[in-house]
């Protein structure tokens, strides 16, 4: 059997964390513009399968395959990393100042990688510019509204949804990363990697990264959305959310209950 005990897994994710510190600022800036792209890709397919079938389930379901490239390529992904570094950092592999010097460089990889994404749909979808209507890119518009405008009339409420949202999304997320580790089989991490994102994303939880992408290429497509909606109504909040359910409810909880007591045994 391939499977591994999650004190096992705990150890893998430790030294994922060390392994991660030891990329050189090029690696992570290449491997992060290419996850950030890459969850673009993700969000317009699962668009575009919920505006197909009228089942936006469909596009729960089918999502979660660029989280899988992310994670069998072993590229870059910020929110992933919100559990793997903490977890080594709680272990005393590395220290906090790399691990936040990691973090924001992938975070700037990861907004790249999706700014690219965005512009590149955008041409792709509108004939550079001649062209907005579809049902794909009406879509894309409605989600950049909802994540933005339909948050800030509640105030500081709607702050506060973005960052629980943020928190729920990121918990499965990072399971999903943790997953992935359970096994030493291609299909195995498949399987194991997309069920925590599919019920992230067929729930509406705010990602970060999914964010980059989906809220500027709305405003590319003529969202009613500014510059300070986008980040002061969610990528802001969103991040704060994602830092902490990767924190708290995977690197935090796993390591109590599993990797602090294999190091102590």
């Keep these: ?48 399968g919920s505006v197909q079938t009228g089942l936006p389930i469909i596009g729960a379901l089918i999502f ?26 709680l272990d005393r592999k590395i220290s906090v100042p790399a691990m936040l010097k990691n973090l924001f460089i992938v975070f700037v990889a990861n907004l790249l990688g999706a700014l690219l994404y965005a512009v590149l749909f955008w041409v792709s979808v509108t004939n550079f510019g001649h062209s907005v209507a579809s049902p794909v890119t009406a879509a894309i518009i409605k989600i950049a509204e909802s994540k933005t405008i339909a948050y800030s009339q509640f105030g500081a409420a709607g702050i506060i949804t973005v960052i629980i949202k943020g928190i729920l999304c990121n918990w499965m997320v990072t399971m999903g990363v943790v997953m992935s580790l359970t096994s030493t089989a291609t299909l195995g991490k498949i399987l194991a990697a997309w069920l925590p994102v599919f019920i992230f994303f067929a729930q509406g939880f705010e990602h970060a990264v999914v964010n980059m992408f989906v809220i500027p290429a ?32 995977t690197a935090l909880a796993l390591y109590v209950t599993h990797g602090r007591k294999k190091a102590v045994a």
């Design 1 to 48: 059997m391939d499977y591994k005990k999650p004190a096992d897994v705990v150890a893998t994710i430790i030294q994922s964390g060390v392994d991660k510190i030891k990329l050189t600022p090029l690696d992570l800036m290449i491997r992060g513009i290419l996850s950030g792209a890459i969850l673009g890709f993700g969000t317009t397919l699962a668009i575009t």
């Design 218 to 249: 709305g405003m590319l497509l003529g969202a009613k959305v500014t510059w300070s909606d986008w980040w002061v109504t969610n990528q802001l909040p969103a991040t704060l959310g994602n830092i902490l359910g990767g924190f708290i409810f």
């Design 64 to 89: 979660p395959a660029c989280f899988v490239i992310v994670v069998l390529m072993g590229f870059e992904l910020v929110t992933g990393s919100f559990a793997v570094l903490p977890a080594a950092a």
